[in-house]
């Protein structure tokens, strides 16, 4: 039987601009090299990191594992979010979180990402088979 | 070694500056026992901003990875979780090890995003001080052992350079070889 898991997340963009600017190890920690080009190509990068952000929360919250909190999480890096050929963005996972999803026989993932002046939101549909055990 | 420098107290006190600057609550509401999500409110964003501001204040880098994931690494795949994405016996085991308290909520079968709320001052706190108790007998860079306390930072009173510490992924790998040689879980 198919199996629908869906995450959602919103960000308040100044809140996360403090953060950032706080703290350097920041963007290096949670986004990868494509995602920092990306982002940094922007006019206003703090922006998409933001919308980034709350699109690897979504992902982390459609797959059901929850933050790790004992630390600095870095599985949220494992959620990459880049720009498809069209453009709409699109989920890639690896390491511990690509396994997880394997586990729970994750086929297809898609996000949406949106913000306005003070938040950006994210949403993320998983789909996947149910475990029959 | 065991520093004696930077006491439990010293971190406690440091690590509810960071959160009371961090989520904006009243310092005499944060207790060990004081769980950040349940009690705090505090979201994803804000346990990432509590952290780091850990590290810039000590000087120390915490750990990246989960336990949990440091298992499965070191003891296979499905040794912490199961099939289902759910925690083993093994894991449940090991977390009562790990949070060094009595958890009524820690039970196998519970999904891993029920791990977060069990996070507590205390917890972050204790994970700091293992840090801190790595502290080396002599200094990395000059070889004197004269470490000096300048608030939460430690430096080297011959050279002036800042202690390095074992980091927290680091620590908690010792800490699994070490479990697994006394208890044999995995
Ligand atoms: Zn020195």
Sequence with gaps: ?133 | MSQNLITESMVFDELKKAIVETLNVDANDIKPETSLINDLGAESLDFLDINYRMEQSFGIKMARHFVLEHVEEMFGEGSAIDEDGALTDKAVELLKLRFEEDVPELQAGMDMDEVPALVTAGSIAAGVMDILESLPEKCTHCGASDWKAEGAAVKCGACGEAAVYANGDDLIKAWLEKVQTEKNLF
């Excluded at chain 1, 949403?123 to 149910?130: A, E, I």
């Design chain 1, 1 to 133: 039987m198919m199996q629908i898991y869906q995450g959602i997340d919103i960000v308040e963009i100044g809140k996360f601009r403090e953060i950032i600017l706080r703290h350097p190890d920041f963007i290096p920690d949670i986004f990868t090299e494509k995602e920092r080009a990306y982002c940094d190509s922007k006019k206003d990068s703090s922006v998409h990191y933001a919308g980034r952000f709350a699109a690897k929360e979504a992902g982390i919250k459609a797959l059901g594992i929850g933050m790790s909190g004992g630390g600095i999480d870095h599985t949220l890096r494992e959620i990459e979010v880049l720009p498809s050929k069209s453009g709409r963005p699109e989920l890639q996972l690896s390491g511990w979180i690509e396994k997880l999803s394997q586990k729970k026989h994750i086929s297809q993932l898609t996000v949406s990402i949106s913000h306005s002046e003070h938040y950006a939101i994210a949403s993320v549909v998983l789909t996947g088979k149910q475990n029959t055990v």
